[in-house]
């Protein structure tokens, strides 16, 4: 489920009037291009000015910051407002901090010797272009040192990890979202990791780059690279030449063995693609072709010529629970009209009490809690495990396990069932997290690599993302670090994966008695999905105008989302979107 309505923009142009804090516009002049959804975009070209002779302090860290919307000749204009000291340490790639715009920026003199930057901070972009939302409230304030070069004031010191401060309509048009992908452990798939680089020229060098990098610490353990530790891009640029994009690695590449090769192969293929005009990528290593199964392939042109392919999300059918039956949906269908039979016709009868459902991607397994019961069917068979305090919605993943959470008096536990054996008992997931919130809910992600967790403490819940951590054969040995997400979502109602890096969430009843929808990408800009009400679920899957989100109200009906309008296209007591 992708950021939609991302405007195209043929032409920036930055007014550099420096008069002190009132010359910040709310946002930079721009000839607005037509919209664009996914589609390459038109390079963004931005007009910035030197500094002006005797300009203040303020002026001077103020210019700076409008300076730093252009990139051209590696940052040139924006570091003319630096001693030559600062000019020489100063990395642009530090970290992009984005505000409000208008109010939500100031500049100030603090003393003669140091100017403070003021920002309501929506968001933070870390060197390795991943991002993270701010919460509402938060306000970053960033002190420079000046001093006077030639007597003209000079930024001297710039605080550690501030790269570049930009507003949001500004960030919106000068980067884009990009994916970098990982391997999972035992599968041969490729996982999504949104990234925002610069748009513009030297968008297959910039991915190049992100993708020689290594898996997130949060993920480690749980998704890996083919790319060697030590290896680095030997050329700053990646040539696109009649489609083929050539990649120049370092020696340390060779090292590495021939699945580990296949792996960086696929990651470089599925990541590259998305630059204009790359249809094929040719890996080099010390100055030779990098060897791979793509036998007499000079290049690789499809992840699954190395017989990788992308986490797929896809949903074939829906079910719906319907008194004592499950009916399989069509989700392209407006009013979810009932698939054919053939397709799904193992469906089994599954009792009214049974709330909450999951089901394989396979249908072979549908979970069900009833009251304290976790009940299973598995090919044929029901099985029941009753179990002390209450359970949550299950949920299952492609290894062929089921995971709930058990809440008891004082804390809450992450529990997974081996539906291969029907003699085999709840276990508890092991983590090492550093916090007092219990956890409330999870929910496995497609691919089963990550999970969705929603902790709890006091009154106030959290949404975070952790890595599953299994061994050589699938099963799940432990829950990984934290990641947050959806700073702002502070009560849950529920929540779901829409596909392989996105997510949607319902939040719990307010004052007035309406419940606010959100979906966001991993990494992305949340997005307001409007509010229903009387609501006790959510659902999702992947939909090409990406309104693929229902949501099931308490009194049994399933509403659908078209545009900004929610209606009724079904009735049921349960959504269950297989493989979830």
């Known amino acids: 489920m992708r950021m939609r309505n991302r405007a195209g923009t043929a032409l920036l142009v930055v007014s550099m009037g420096l ?244 792996l960086a192969a696929a990651q470089f293929m599925a990541t590259l693609r998305q630059a204009p005009g790359v249809d094929a990528v040719s890996l080099e290593a010390d100055g030779r072709p990098l060897e791979t199964s793509a036998t007499g392939a000079e290049h690789v042109t499809s992840p699954r010529a190395v017989d990788y392919s992308l986490a797929d999300a896809e949903v074939p059918h829906l079910l719906l629970h319907q008194r004592q039956s499950l009916v399989a949906v069509d989700p392209r269908s407006t009013e979810l009209e009932e698939a054919p039979t053939s397709a799904t016709s193992d469906l089994p009868p599954i009792p009214a009490s049974w709330e909450r459902l999951a089901a394989s991607r396979s249908l072979d397994v549908v979970a069900g809690v009833d009251q304290r019961q976790l009940a299973i069917w598995n090919r044929g068979v029901i099985t029941t495990r009753t179990l002390d305090g209450a359970l949550a919605t299950p949920s299952t993943d492609p290894f062929g396990f089921v995971w709930t959470v058990r809440a008891y008096q004082g804390g809450g536990e992450v529990l997974l069932l081996d539906t291969a054996d029907p003699m085999a008992e709840p276990q508890v997931v092991e983590h090492d997290w550093d916090t007092a919130a219990e956890v409330a809910e999870v929910r496995l992600s497609p691919e089963g690599a990550r999970a969705l967790v929603v902790l709890r403490e006091g009154d106030t819940e959290r949404i975070a993302l952790a890595g599953v951590e299994r061994s050589a054969d699938g099963t799940p040995r432990r829950l990984g670090s934290l990641r947050a997400l959806l700073p702002d979502v502070q009560a849950v109602e529920d929540l779901a994966w829409a596909d392989a890096d996105s997510l949607v969430v319902l939040g719990a009843p307010r004052q007035d008695g309406t419940q606010q929808v959100w979906s966001t990408d991993i990494g992305g800009w949340p997005q307001d999905e409007g509010t229903v009400d009387h609501a006790a679920a959510i659902a999702a899957y992947p939909e090409e105008r990406g309104d693929g989100i229902l949501v099931r109200t308490r009194g049994g009906r399933v509403l659908s989302k078209a545009g900004a309008s929610w209606f009724v296209a079904n009735v049921a007591s349960d959504v269950v979107v297989p493989g979830r």
């Open 19 to 262: 008069a002190g804090c009132g010359a910040f516009p709310e946002e930079s002049a721009v000839e607005q291009g037509p919209a664009l959804d996914d589609s390459p975009r038109q390079d963004v070209s931005v007009e910035v000015d030197p500094p002006q002779p005797d300009a203040s302090a303020e002026e001077v860290v103020a210019g700076f910051l409008r300076a730093g919307l252009s990139n051209e000749g590696g940052y040139q204009v924006a570091r003319k407002y630096l001693t030559g000291q600062a000019a020489a340490q100063w990395d642009p790639t530090d970290g992009v901090v984005v505000h409000a715009g208008g109010d939500g920026l100031g500049v100030v003199e603090v003393s003669g010797g140091s100017v403070r930057i003021d920002t309501q901070t929506l968001g933070r972009v870390d060197p390795s272009g991943r991002l993270d939302p701010a919460r509402a409230e938060d306000n970053d304030s960033f002190t420079l040192e000046v001093e006077r070069v030639d007597g003209q004031w000079r930024i001297a010191r710039i605080p550690e990890g501030l790269g570049v401060v930009v507003s949001q309509a500004d960030f919106q048009r000068l980067y884009r979202d990009v994916d970098v992908h990982w391997g999972t452990v035992g599968r041969r798939q490729l996982v999504p990791d949104k990234r925002w680089v610069r748009d513009g020229e030297g968008l297959a060098s910039a991915l190049a780059r992100l993708q020689t990098a290594q898996v997130p610490e949060e993920l480690d353990g749980v998704l890996q690279t083919g790319v060697h530790p030590s290896t680095w891009l030997e050329t700053a640029t990646v040539p696109v030449v009649d489609g083929v994009a050539t990649v120049r690695l370092s020696r340390a590449m060779t090292e590495q063995d021939a699945a580990r090769r296949d």
